[in-house]
């Protein structure tokens, strides 16, 4: 099949997005498919796949809806057995909601609701909502897929599109690259990983709070971009946290920690869980990440109510801290649980939506 990727930004590890499209064309080239990427930034290229410059202008809080018109001037649907959009855009035949409707997301981490007074001096958060509006009342897809029933549960609550037009179509992730024999193991304190950029959202100071409650010898490392500045005090009181940044290895990251730790105040999914999992290693999540969805509660992973609730994330870190055994068991699991959760087998289920697509448009899929 002739296959087209929308993205605003072309890369192998900005951000979830972008790691998911990236390895999505891989794995459709690989396959022998013909992908095309059209896209405003492009960082690296990519053998076997056909990059699409989409002129104009990079900054500003119009950034989004510019790309999404410009896209609209030259891309033609009809070129391609199907369209495949992620983000916010108007031409596309697969529309992909990867990250939530925008004013669910003001609610979960500003604790708002987004009105005038918020907008006026929020402007980037005004566009991308007006931006989200317009393309849900044009319905300008063939298929919708969300990648949790949290995210259909919010699309079909915020913009009224029926449950039964929103696919459910959870993350996958590369089980080969992220895999136990990158485990290192070691004596010493229980190793504890953070990953994600945007403290604030990602719930570090839930974190960092909770373990001010957790007993024994362990130790805390943050990944990821953020104020790590912000939260120097809480990290100061406990004496143990170290912000390592951004890190360009993660297979080794998650194979130096002992658990995982991903109190989300909102993630549409946070394929971080998976690759833990992956990775052999136990996960203690927010109900609020969509790939809690995926988690057996008490076999490969936790799953707190309440981010917000230091108490009941500390008693959920807790016995993981103590018991060895127990981790090494939930770990076990969890990349089983990965194993059924895998890049291939997101692949697998997405061509099926392009070949329906494709015999819908009168074209002959491959």
């Known amino acids: 099949m002739k296959i087209a990727l929308v993205v605003y930004t072309w890369s192998e590890t900005r951000g979830g997005v972008e790691r998911y499209v990236f390895d999505l064309a891989r794995g459709l080239a690989k396959r022998g498919h013909e992908v095309h990427v059209w896209s405003r930034r492009r960082e690296g290229e990519t053998p076997g796949i056909v990059h699409h410059e989409v002129p104009g202008t990079s900054v500003g809080h119009l950034k989004y809806t510019a790309f999404a018109k410009d896209v609209a001037k030259l891309v033609n649907c009809a070129d ?10 108007f031409t596309q035949d697969l529309l ?4 939530g409707c925008h004013e669910e997301y003001l609610r979960q981490t500003k604790g708002r609701e987004p009105g005038p007074m918020w907008f006026l001096f929020h402007p980037k958060d005004r566009a991308i909502i007006r931006l989200e509006k317009e393309m849900f009342a044009k319905r300008c897809w063939r298929r919708l897929v969300c990648i949790s029933n949290r995210v259909a549960e919010e699309v079909h609550r915020i913009h009224g599109v029926p449950l039964e037009d929103c696919l459910v179509i959870h993350n996958g992730t590369d089980i080969e690259k992220f895999h136990p024999r990158n ?6 304190p229980v190793r504890l990983l953070f990953v994600g950029s945007g403290f604030e959202r990602k719930g570090l100071e839930q974190a960092l709070e909770a373990l ?4 024994g010898d362990w130790g805390l490392r943050v990944v990821g971009r953020g104020d790590a500045g912000a939260y120097a005090a809480q990290a100061s009181r406990l004496g143990r946290v170290e912000f390592a940044g951004p890190q360009a290895d993660m297979p080794a990251e998650y194979g130096r920690a002992d658990l995982l730790l991903f109190p ?13 999992m992956a ?3 136990p996960v203690v999540i927010s109900r609020q990440a ?14 707190v109510e309440d981010p917000r609730d230091p108490a009941s994330l500390a008693a959920a870190i807790q016995p993981l801290v103590a018991d060895a055994a127990r981790r090494e068991s939930m770990g076990r699991a969890a990349r089983e649980k990965a194993e059924r959760n895998s890049i291939d087998a997101n692949i697998e289920k997405v061509i099926v939506v392009y070949r329906d697509i494709a015999r819908e448009k009168g074209r002959s899929p491959a």
């Open 80 to 89: 391609y057995d199907c369209v495949h959009g992620f983000g916010r855009g």
């Open 96 to 99: 992909r909601i990867g990250g």
């Open 183 to 188: 485990r290192v193991r070691a004596e010493g």
């Open 212 to 215: 001010q409650k957790v007993q």
């Open 264 to 276: 989300t105040l909102y993630d549409a999914f946070g394929t971080v869980a998976l690759e833990a």
């Open 279 to 281: 990775t052999g290693i």
């Open 290 to 303: 969509g790939a809690s969805e995926v988690i057996d509660h008490g076999r490969d992973g936790l799953i």
